[in-house]
């Protein structure tokens, strides 16, 4: 293992799977393979993205003319195991079973990714490998009651915090007429920022739930579209602030973004926190 890859795996156990550096931001978990020579355990950092209860990783290798020894390990011994971060900050380990997409599948996954992050269209362009996209289902589930009211609470918490700083943000804006008080601006921004983190983490975590829990599938599905929405009014009130708005404008947003997430948080809870913590909806 090179000294870099090392640095990246300690530092990820150490920040429940954040890291600085080149990854900073990446969307990034552990992947552990049994080496196809060896059969020693090998962990390798990989950039990962979600496709419903799914974890997709791709056998980039930066481009090079050569598959990475990971995915070597995997066509072996497709058992493998996997780290990622949870939306608490901790590690969730768990088994999982690694194959590789085939044909159209592949073409159309590996095309997604690289529309999303254009360096693998760039990865792909370098060299005449087809690039592998391999498909991580997980095997154990989540069925873990300590795990489902860890998630219950984390959602509880974040959404009283939400709802305390949009009040809070709600009392600023000056009368009709008067400035925005001093630092308002940062403070809606630093609201819009959080709120952006919060639904990412959700969205991380939905396709997990679908799997456990086959009965959130629409409301699941209607969660989806509604942070789709709540992120379209955010970029409008980020726009707005950049206009330096009248306050009786800034109040009038931020009371029909109030109104919009208090309904989206209500259903949130209604769906999610039975299900989490014994009750009956999404059994």
Not at 211 to 224: H, K, S, V, Y
Not at 231 to 260: F, Y
Request: proline share 5%; charged share 25%.
């Amino acid at each position: 293992m090179s000294a870099f890859n090392q640095q990246v795996i300690e530092e990820f156990r150490r920040n429940g799977g954040r890291v600085g550096g080149a990854f900073e931001g990446a969307d990034l978990l552990l992947l552990t393979t049994q080496g196809a020579r060896s059969g020693q355990d090998h962990t390798t950092p990989v950039v990962y993205v979600r496709d419903g209860a799914r974890l997709l990783v791709f056998a980039s290798n930066g481009g090079a003319a050569r598959h990475p020894a990971w995915y070597h390990n995997v066509r072996a011994a497709p058992r493998v195991s996997v780290e990622i971060g949870t939306p608490e900050g901790t590690l969730d380990r768990f088994e999982a079973e690694a194959v590789a997409a085939e044909g159209a599948e592949r073409d159309r996954l590996y095309a997604e990714q690289a529309r999303r992050n254009p360096a693998f269209a760039a990865y792909q362009a370098g060299t005449e490998r087809r690039i592998p996209v391999v498909v991580l289902r997980r095997v154990s589930g989540l069925a873990d009651p300590a795990r489902h009211a860890a998630i219950a609470a984390h959602l509880v918490r974040v959404h009283a915090e939400l709802r305390a700083e949009l009040a809070a943000l709600r009392s600023g804006p000056a009368a009709p007429g008067r400035r925005l008080p001093d630092g308002l601006a940062r403070h809606c921004l630093a609201f819009c920022g959080a709120l952006h983190t919060h639904h990412a983490s959700e969205d991380g975590v939905f396709g997990l739930l679908q799997e456990q829990f086959p009965g959130l599938t629409g409301a699941l599905d209607r969660m989806r579209a509604e942070h789709r929405k709540v992120a379209r009014a955010l970029t409008e009130l980020e726009a707005l602030l950049a206009s330096g708005p009248a306050p009786e404008v800034l109040r009038a947003e931020l009371d029909r973004l109030a109104a919009g997430l208090e309904e989206h948080f209500a259903y949130e809870e209604a769906q999610l926190l039975p299900a989490l913590t014994g009750g009956a909806a999404g059994a």
